[in-house]
């Protein structure tokens, strides 16, 4: 089965610095994908980025961006330029081919962004 | 795009009654629907997938006969919390998958979320 680890329950970063969130994965299937999701006080679920496994290019969203490392099955998440409303609970999500649609999803890690 | 709302935001019912919330795709069809539930400061619990026209799949632990729902069409989907009692409390979030202009496949977008409190 596959699971999804996000080691990290609280990180924090200082307004307009730069923050690395974690996320592991372990998988036996070769054709997934991957996601980060935002959900802010607000509890509105936002998906912030989203990567192809097939593709070798890591995926970025403007301040957003990924390190996928497949073979390592880490896909990390790095926000450039934090701004007070990144702050919010951020959860990895995998989607596999014989998932039927499920999403698994880590723990969670909460980002505090300091001003 | 790819705009799913949910009604109510958040509702209080005594014990025994049942509550039905909405879940709906606003811009694109949904052939897939999710049941999530979510306690504070944790991860989403699947409850159930659902695909328009047919019965739902639920996940190993929750009642059927409990969380009723129904995929009448491709952008509405309901859950019913029938005989809702103070456990039944929580924070219920929807999300759909489909193929459209707006939705990326395989890609789950979320309901806003609707707050559940039972007395």
């Known amino acids: 089965a596959q699971t999804v680890t996000q080691s990290q329950p609280e990180m924090s970063v200082q307004e307009a610095e730069t923050v690395t969130l974690s996320c592991t994965y372990d998988t036996s299937e070769s054709d997934y994908y991957l996601f980060w999701y935002k959900q802010p006080p607000s509890r509105q679920m936002i998906l912030v980025i989203r990567?192809?496994?097939?593709?070798?290019q890591n995926a970025t969203e403007n301040r957003f961006s990924v390190n996928f490392q497949k073979a390592a099955k880490s896909f990390s998440l790095k926000i450039s330029d934090s701004q007070l409303g990144d702050a919010a609970m951020y959860f990895c999500a995998y989607y596999g081919s014989s998932n039927t649609g499920k999403l698994i999803f880590g723990q969670g890690t909460t980002l505090q962004v300091k001003p | 795009g790819a705009v799913v709302s949910q009604h109510p935001s958040w509702v209080i019912c005594k014990s025994g009654t049942s509550v039905k919330i909405e879940c709906r795709s606003l811009d694109f069809q949904a052939t897939t629907m999710f049941w999530y539930r979510q306690f504070p400061k944790q991860s989403l619990m699947l409850m159930a997938t659902?695909?328009?026209?047919?019965?739902?799949?639920?996940e190993q632990g929750v009642e059927k006969d409990k969380f009723l729902i129904n995929h009448a069409s491709l952008t509405l989907s309901t859950l019913t919390v029938t005989s809702a009692h103070p456990e039944d409390s929580s924070f219920y979030i929807c999300?759909?998958?489909?193929?459209?202009?707006?939705?990326?496949?395989?890609?789950?977008?979320f309901g806003p979320g609707t707050r559940l409190t039972v007395l």
């Open positions: 990567q192809e496994a097939y593709k070798q």
């Open positions: 659902s695909n328009e026209g047919s019965k739902a799949t639920y």
């Open positions: 999300s759909a998958s489909g193929r459209a202009h707006e939705a990326v496949p395989d890609t789950q977008y």
